[in-house]
């Protein structure tokens, strides 16, 4: 203070603050001697600030006076000026500075005295020490301060919080300007790095710890996607025809998707005992929210102890606790969690849905995608087909847009192991050649004439008739697709038709009005629940013949046999072979129909 009158020595033994003021109040813990024998240092040596600039920073000196030394040697360091105790007054002076530091008498008592440079660090290391002693010392206060005021227990978690982040991040990011002057580029080193060479990711969606954003409605599969894709990449397997590569670490945050789900999807992929590879999944973490101090050093602590090489946060609005429409919350997302990650290279993919209106994108404010590198968004177009497009990017590295397939098995009441999976579109060429999956069986369909907006009855029938089995959810998926082919060339729709509008379900959903006990048929992608159980099977009808165009059954010449169970025509090896009925109502193939005779009109019994 000005109106202080300065003395020769910051410390005293009456308790007295830097040049005479009384202290009021206890002094908390400092070691003031070693102080000043670093400033003694270097004030003669860069080298001595250097190796005690690894240790400590300007915050751990306890005497103002010591700091006002230290900055202004760091000064002088960063440009290259020569140090010397006459420098660093003259230097304390020209900022107008010299009473804080005695009117410089001070410094020159300390210029006098001498300790070796390699001798500095030791005592650097007493005040690193003994500053961690007063940080936790002036913690302990504001508690009680807190406590006194009445505070919640809300926000002396917070302070808590706040206090062990803080302590973290001095362990994880060093001290002094050596943090600071690392972030400097090579320039040699960076302009003979070719960044356009480096490899992208299995998929080719991001590269090595870059950020994304998934956008998507909230049945489009977003979750199903990345799962997939995280588990391969993890267990070192191609990824949407791109080449394999080693297995990368991935930690995946899920407050969206209960463990039966998760187990069941992961199944249906392929995984399980000994097949997850570098793949850690935390199932509802209890990690504080991530646009706050708390929890970013939640996800920094769970990073560090599973050494992940790339984060999935699914679904972000689920970690976060501040309003989706305020800039601020996805700022505090970026300056706590994001942030951090990115400068450790460590990559991200965070989940996010829709706003209302789908061409503004992500649900929110648009400082979300302010910070991410790409954003990619998932579009379903029906009958298993998807569109991942790329809508904002910064580097422009990569593939721009994805058609992609999905396929989904069936294993009777269970999704088929290794059944379930995305393909680029541009590949379903090779699956019409497997015997039972949906291209095949559309590719037959087509052969056979069975018109394209034929609906989930015709397809049926012409099904039994083809000896084709197929489930009720992959028909309804089939019709979908080729109503869809129907809808975009109009020349094959037959004039005089009227189809019903189409549905918009997801593949392997029970068709439109398909319960008949007025319950809601729900999705039944892997994980997810069953169609509405209950509804009576619908008998067998046989295929159109031409007809009048809405679907008149085939009436057989009289010569032809017809099934003694659904009434149609016997076809084929069936025929040859003397058979009564057709392969979808053998009784010994196990899917035969307990029906009434095919001339009433009674519904088949529940199976």
Known sequence: MDNVRHLQHPQHDDGADDFGTSALVSVPPNDTEAEALVCTAILHSAQAYAECAEVIDREDFYRPA????????????????????TLVRAEIERQGRLAEVGGGDYISR??????????????????????????????????????????????????????????????????????????????????????????????????????????GDGKAGKSLFCQEWMWRMATGQPVLGDAPQAPIRVLYLDAENGQEQVQERFLSFGGGLGRMG??????????RPLDTAGGGADLLAMVKATGAELVVIDTVSRFISGAENDADTWLGLYRHTLLPLKRDRIGSVRLDHFGKDKERGGRGSSAKTQDV???????YEGSGELTLKRTHTRTGIGPDVFHLARHAERDGDNWAPGGTRHVIRALQH????????????????????????AGNRIVKAALADLQIPAGSNKIASIVKARQNRAKAD????????????????FPGNVPRNAS??????????????????????????????????????????????????????????RLDRGYDTCIGCDPHTGSHPETTPHHTNTPAKEQ
């Open 373 to 379: 590198d790409h954003v990619w968004e998932l579009t």
């Open 66 to 85: 010591h700091r006002l030394i230290w900055d202004t040697v760091a000064g002088i360091v960063a440009q290259n000026g020569a140090l010397h105790p």
């Open 278 to 287: 570098e793949l850690r999944y935390a199932s509802f973490p209890p990690v």
């Open 110 to 215: 300390l210029g006098t005295e001498y300790l070796p440079a390699p001798m500095a660090a030791s005592f650097a290391e007493r005040i690193a020490e003994t500053a961690r002693e007063r940080r936790y010392d002036e913690h302990s206060i504001a508690l009680k301060a807190a406590v006194l005021r009445k505070a919640t227990g809300d926000e002396l978690a917070e302070l808590v919080a706040d206090f062990q982040q803080a302590e973290q991040l001095r362990e994880t990011t060093g001290h002094g300007p050596s943090h600071l002057t690392a972030a400097l580029l090579n320039w040699d080193q960076f302009f003979v790095t070719d960044f356009g060479a480096i490899q992208l990711l299995p998929g080719k969606l991001m590269g090595p710890g870059q950020q994304i954003t998934v956008v």
């Open 430 to 453: 090779v699956e019409q050649n497997i015997p039972g999956s949906e291209e095949n069986i559309i590719m037959r369909l087509d052969a056979a004439g069975v018109p394209l907006d």
């Open 516 to 573: 008949r006990d007025g319950k809601a048929a729900g999705q039944t992608f892997p994980g997810n629940a069953e169609g509405t159980p209950g509804t009576p099977t619908v008998p067998p009808f046989p295929p159109s013949k031409g007809g009048d165009g809405e679907g008149t059954p085939e009436r057989g010449d009289e010569k032809t046999p017809l099934c003694t169970v659904c009434g149609a025509p016997l076809h084929g090896y």
């Open 490 to 505: 109009t020349g094959n729709v037959p004039p005089q038709r009227s189809p019903d509008p189409i549905q918009e379900t």
